[in-house]
């Protein structure tokens, strides 16, 4: 599976979008873009996925350019809930989710 | 649905003990995942079965360790016997089938003093 490279660590203010950046620039035509998040203490938890189109559920949305090689976040109003621990992962066809180190989303009042 | 559901959340043991963690999948879901998570190696996946077979142990770190789905509702890690580097987080994850969505349970916190 293609590596991703996330930044450590970004803020945000409460009630403003939160855009996290990922790099997957080795990822494959038929590899997916998972993203994750851990908030303190708990079990990681299913955001949203994507393969070619941007993606928009009830708690993010996803952008992925047209090259597939990066894409983005969104947390449209951030909370101090959001604090949390993002992981990019890009997946294939098979089981393996691998998680890096993330990005730290500190959701300041 | 309850979402997958592990016990005992916080486990404490001593050195030499045998430790035994639960999970319980989402109904439905025919793959289950017993993830380990340490600040030093980060999340990594242990074991992943299917239809209540193993299929990729590697990321077992010794024999100590062992894991059993004996039907498809229920699940077991067993460490026996513990050592103190076993310390860790350990998430348990199903999905619908194996390339599907995960979904965690909230962990047992593993401590072997």
């Known amino acids: 599976d293609a590596k991703t490279t996330q930044p450590p660590s970004m803020d945000c203010a409460e009630g403003r979008a939160a855009n996290l950046p990922c790099n997957h620039s080795?990822?494959?035509?038929?590899?997916?873009v998972y993203w994750y998040r851990q908030i303190h203490s708990q079990g990681p938890q299913y955001i949203i996925h994507?393969?070619?189109n941007n993606e928009t559920n009830e708690m993010a949305s996803l952008i992925i350019t047209e090259d597939r090689k990066s894409s983005t976040l969104i947390l449209p109003h951030a909370t101090l809930r959001d604090t949390a621990v993002y992981y990019c992962?890009?997946?294939?066809?098979?089981?393996?989710?691998?998680f890096g180190k993330g990005t730290l989303l500190t959701v300041n009042p | 649905d309850a979402g997958v559901i592990q016990s005992p959340r916080h486990e404490v043991t001593e050195m030499g003990q045998e430790v035994t963690l639960r999970c319980k999948p989402i109904?439905?879901?025919?793959?289950l995942f017993w993830y380990r998570q340490t600040m030093m190696r980060g999340l990594e996946l242990l074991i992943y079965?299917?239809?209540?077979?193993?299929?990729?142990d590697s990321g077992m770190p010794e024999d100590r360790f062992s894991a059993k789905m004996p039907n498809a509702s229920f699940s077991t890690l067993k460490i026996q016997p513990s050592e103190p580097r076993d310390s860790a987080v350990y998430f348990c994850?199903?999905?619908?089938?194996?390339?599907?969505?995960?979904?965690f349970g909230p962990g047992t916190r593993l401590t072997v003093l």
């Open positions: 109904s439905g879901h025919n793959s």
């Open positions: 080795t990822i494959s035509g038929n590899e997916y």
């Open positions: 992962i890009v997946r294939g066809s098979n089981y393996k989710l691998t």
């Open positions: 079965f299917n239809n209540n077979v193993p299929i990729d």
């Open positions: 994850a199903s999905s619908l089938q194996g390339p599907d969505t995960q979904y």
């Open positions: 994507g393969l070619k």
